[in-house]
């Protein structure tokens, strides 16, 4: 799931040849969360929590997963302010659990094609995933 990012994340992770043998699909979500799908969000208690709110991004990681089939969900959530922009990650892994992160850029990191966006959602996503791996038996 992707909210605010104009798909850019999504886009990066599918652009190697091959990645569709793991990557599921992806839904880009405007930041507006009254317009996003009640089939995808369920009862979408979670949507109306702020953004970047743990309860927020579990429902949307969770909301990816259950969507797709995937053994793990994924969220990034943008929020521009005028000088900065809040992005907010999680992931939801196959026991169910989710983790989050708020990663706070400046205002350089938006650039044309968002690849420092990108660049560090998935650095952060390969962390968390790292992570992830060394907790299990």
Same mark, same amino acid.
């Given at each position: 799931?992707?909210?605010?990012? =104009?798909?850019?994340?999504?886009?990066?992770?599918?652009?190697?040849?091959? @990645? @569709?043998?793991?990557?599921?699909?992806? /839904?880009?979500?405007?930041?507006?969360?009254?317009?996003?799908?009640? @089939?995808?969000?369920?009862?979408?208690?979670?949507?109306?929590?702020?953004?970047?709110?743990?309860?927020?991004?579990?429902?949307?990681? =969770?909301?990816?997963?259950?969507?797709?089939?995937?053994?793990?969900?994924?969220?990034?959530?943008?929020?521009?302010?005028?000088?900065?922009?809040?992005?907010?990650?999680?992931?939801?892994?196959?026991?169910?659990?989710?983790?989050?992160?708020?990663? /706070?850029?400046?205002?350089?990191?938006?650039?044309?094609?968002?690849?420092?966006?990108?660049?560090?959602?998935?650095? /952060?996503?390969?962390?968390?995933?790292?992570?992830?791996?060394?907790?299990?038996?």
């Amino acid at each position: 799931m992707e909210v605010g990012s =104009g798909g850019h994340v999504s886009r990066s992770l599918t652009s190697e040849p091959g @990645s @569709s043998a793991f990557f599921t699909g992806s /839904l880009i979500l405007p930041a507006d969360s009254a317009r996003w799908p009640q @089939s995808i969000t369920g009862d979408g208690s979670w949507q109306e929590e702020p953004p970047g709110s743990y309860t927020r991004l579990a429902g949307l990681a =969770g909301a990816a997963q259950a969507a797709f089939g995937a053994d793990w969900g994924f969220a990034v959530e943008c929020a521009p302010t005028a000088s900065q922009v809040h992005v907010y990650v999680a992931l939801s892994t196959p026991d169910g659990n989710a983790v989050s992160n708020t990663v /706070l850029f400046v205002e350089d990191t938006v650039q044309p094609g968002a690849e420092r966006l990108v660049e560090c959602v998935l650095r /952060l996503l390969a962390q968390r995933l790292e992570e992830r791996t060394k907790e299990l038996p």
